[in-house]
């Protein structure tokens, strides 16, 4: 595997906190892993080939803006991850993962706010990660991993957040199982992501959907609600912003029951 200069990937650097068990949990596809429903096989396959193509449309789009993409979208992204951490009552003996890091913008922030929290960022994106690992201690891990496929072991983390990456996701209810899996119980996920009750990011993303392979869907607030209490997450609070004219986001904290 290669993961440009500097990226820590889970097969490569073994990470002391995380252990090889992890990695070899990673090998075995979740949707092979999880009880087949009849036909589970064939469901199994076409899941793992629309993982495929979308998570190649992300890398790209990413692997190719990861030099700019703090500088071009500052204000978003402070106002974004701001809110995200806001919702979180953050303790150096925390474990806390981070789904599609980027350039580790929330990992960096976690880190100054409560120095000795052990946090983790994952994200499809070679060039994102590359640039994370400019800004953060050799000593935080980043890997290379899929939001649908999570490379550890089971109750793991006292929080997992992710901010602006959950419209990517082509099988959110396969990443909401394994995001509970790798929760502690009692554990908190904090989800950040455009909301599709504000009408100009309803627009965008019908318009994403046509022209961007990447692009999955956004939710309103009703629709993310019932797909996380469909999951069997308690919604803690579900809070709707702007951060723009244009962007419309909501940030749910949940916790899996
Ligand atoms: C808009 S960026 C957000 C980055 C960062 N969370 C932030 O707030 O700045 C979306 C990120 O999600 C990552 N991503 C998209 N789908 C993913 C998936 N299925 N698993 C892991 N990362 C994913 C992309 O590679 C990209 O880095």
Redesign the pocket.
Same mark, same amino acid.
């Given at each position: 595997m290669d993961g440009g200069p500097g990226v820590q990937l889970l097969a490569e650097t073994p990470v002391p906190a995380f252990s090889r068990l992890e990695a070899r949990l990673s090998q075995v596809p979740a949707a092979l892993r999880a009880p087949a429903p009849s036909g589970g096989y064939i469901i199994g396959v076409a899941t793992l080939a629309k993982?495929r193509k979308? !998570?190649l449309a992300?890398?790209q789009? =990413?692997d190719r803006i990861?030099h700019r993409?703090?500088r071009r979208?500052a204000h =978003?992204?402070q106002a $974004?991850?701001s809110k $995200?951490l806001a919702h979180l009552d953050l303790q150096p003996t925390m474990r806390l993962l981070?789904?599609?890091?980027?350039?580790?913008? &929330?990992l960096r922030e976690a880190e100054r706010a409560c120095p000795g929290i052990a946090a983790v960022g994952?994200? &499809? !994106?070679r060039a994102?990660l590359t640039v994370a690992r400019r800004g953060l201690p050799r000593t935080t891990p980043l890997l290379r991993?899929?939001?649908?496929e999570l490379p550890f072991r089971t109750a793991r983390f006292h929080v997992v957040v992710?901010? !602006?990456?959950f419209h990517?996701?082509?099988n959110p209810s396969l990443?909401l199982e394994e995001i509970a899996r790798v929760l502690l119980p009692g554990g908190l996920l904090v989800l $950040?992501d455009w909301c599709d009750d504000f009408l100009a990011c309803r627009v965008w993303d019908r318009v994403l959907r046509v022209i961007n392979p990447?692009h999955q869907r956004i939710y309103s607030q009703d629709q993310f609600h019932a797909l996380l209490s469909e999951h069997g997450y308690r919604v803690r609070v579900l809070e709707l912003y702007k951060v723009s004219w244009l962007w419309g986001m909501m940030t749910a904290s949940a916790v899996p029951e």
């Amino acid at each position: 595997m290669d993961g440009g200069p500097g990226v820590q990937l889970l097969a490569e650097t073994p990470v002391p906190a995380f252990s090889r068990l992890e990695a070899r949990l990673s090998q075995v596809p979740a949707a092979l892993r999880a009880p087949a429903p009849s036909g589970g096989y064939i469901i199994g396959v076409a899941t793992l080939a629309k993982r495929r193509k979308s !998570s190649l449309a992300v890398e790209q789009e =990413y692997d190719r803006i990861a030099h700019r993409y703090e500088r071009r979208w500052a204000h =978003y992204v402070q106002a $974004t991850v701001s809110k $995200t951490l806001a919702h979180l009552d953050l303790q150096p003996t925390m474990r806390l993962l981070d789904i599609g890091c980027g350039t580790g913008v &929330l990992l960096r922030e976690a880190e100054r706010a409560c120095p000795g929290i052990a946090a983790v960022g994952i994200d &499809l !994106s070679r060039a994102m990660l590359t640039v994370a690992r400019r800004g953060l201690p050799r000593t935080t891990p980043l890997l290379r991993a899929n939001a649908e496929e999570l490379p550890f072991r089971t109750a793991r983390f006292h929080v997992v957040v992710s901010s !602006s990456s959950f419209h990517f996701w082509p099988n959110p209810s396969l990443a909401l199982e394994e995001i509970a899996r790798v929760l502690l119980p009692g554990g908190l996920l904090v989800l $950040t992501d455009w909301c599709d009750d504000f009408l100009a990011c309803r627009v965008w993303d019908r318009v994403l959907r046509v022209i961007n392979p990447a692009h999955q869907r956004i939710y309103s607030q009703d629709q993310f609600h019932a797909l996380l209490s469909e999951h069997g997450y308690r919604v803690r609070v579900l809070e709707l912003y702007k951060v723009s004219w244009l962007w419309g986001m909501m940030t749910a904290s949940a916790v899996p029951e």
